[in-house]
């Protein structure tokens, strides 16, 4: 295995076109590149391009990140350097690369993602707003990917409690999805946090399909940001069920809500609960079997 001598200071623009340089070429993936990083432990984007490619696209990457709807800077976090969170080490394919707009310093506190389905029930709806609101009294983050249903539940909810959020989201920084999400991104970017792991120009030369593989990746992330994620409502094919795999792979807690359990249509959360999710009943299932904070 090759080491690398002694780096020069990062330069963050520089190392923001050399991962986009890195997401232009052909067959490559978020697992290609852990792998390529892991090869020569301490790298960096710029020491797998050439400096020509980074001229090359260095004007487009400035327009793009710089120039975009929102009233937000991005900002970025490598892996190796003293910011970077260290339990994204616990993905299985650790990324490398996250563009950030925010309060960095709420990673640094007890996050829990709530996540679920972007079609929830009223029900569902209610579970996710109370859940989000007693984790806010137990002075918790509020974790969740900024998509539809669930996740927007979860954020405003927080908000309106007064408490923290973040969001993980799928897109690029300047990309909104959904679109009626746009104010919101823009209050949590700018009051909260913002994270996303998506390249900036590979999203715009793929297609729709091509670009709904970075969901799935980004709750990989989101797991491995949180200490525990808990799963509203979720059917059989959802993405969610990327979060529950990743969040049992990670060494998190996952925890079931017990109306997911209740229903006939789905067989996804008695599965869960033989590999060591917990089937929650009551808040209080919650708290038992997190780490008590020292004020407890």
């Excluded at 986009?20 to 993936?29: A, F, H, P, T, Y």
């Excluded at 918790?140 to 989201?169: C, M, N, W």
């Excluded at 094919?237 to 969040?247: D, K, N």
Aim: neutral net charge; aromatic residues 8%; charged residues 25%.
């Amino acid at each position: 295995m090759v080491t690398l001598t002694k780096q020069p200071p990062i330069l963050p623009l520089r190392e923001m076109v050399a991962y986009e340089v890195l997401w232009n070429k052909r067959n490559i993936s978020y697992k290609r590149l852990s792998e390529l990083f892991s090869s020569i432990p301490g790298s960096r984007p710029s020491d797998f391009v050439k400096e020509s490619e980074i001229i090359e696209l260095e004007p487009l990457i400035r327009e793009l990140i710089f120039s975009n709807q929102f009233d937000y800077k991005t900002n970025l976090l490598i892996n190796g350097t003293f910011d970077y969170p260290s339990k994204l080490k616990d993905a299985e394919e650790p990324v490398e690369i996250l563009y950030y707009s925010g309060n960095l310093d709420l990673l640094s506190t007890r996050s829990i993602a709530v996540v679920g389905s972007r079609k929830p029930s009223e029900e569902g709806i209610r579970r996710a707003a109370k859940l989000a609101r007693l984790l806010v009294e137990d002075d918790f983050t509020v974790v969740s990917g900024l998509a539809a249903g669930i996740d927007t539940i979860s954020h405003k909810t927080a908000i309106e409690a007064g408490g923290r959020t973040i969001a993980v989201i799928g897109t690029p920084l300047d990309h909104a999805y959904p679109k009626e999400n746009a104010q919101l991104q823009q209050f949590i970017a700018q009051s909260h946090l913002l994270v996303s792991q998506v390249p900036f120009y590979r999203y715009r030369q793929q297609t729709i399909n091509g670009n709904r593989l970075f969901f799935p990746e980004r709750n990989k992330t989101m797991s491995a940001l949180t200490e525990a994620t808990i799963i509203v409502e979720a059917s059989d094919t959802s993405g969610t069920l990327i979060q529950a795999r990743a969040a049992i792979q990670q060494g998190r807690k996952l925890f079931i809500l017990d109306s997911c359990f209740q229903r006939k249509d789905i067989t996804w959360p008695e599965k869960y609960q033989q590999v060591g999710a917990i089937r929650v009943k009551e808040y209080e299932d919650i708290r038992q079997h997190l780490t008590p904070t020292a004020d407890s």
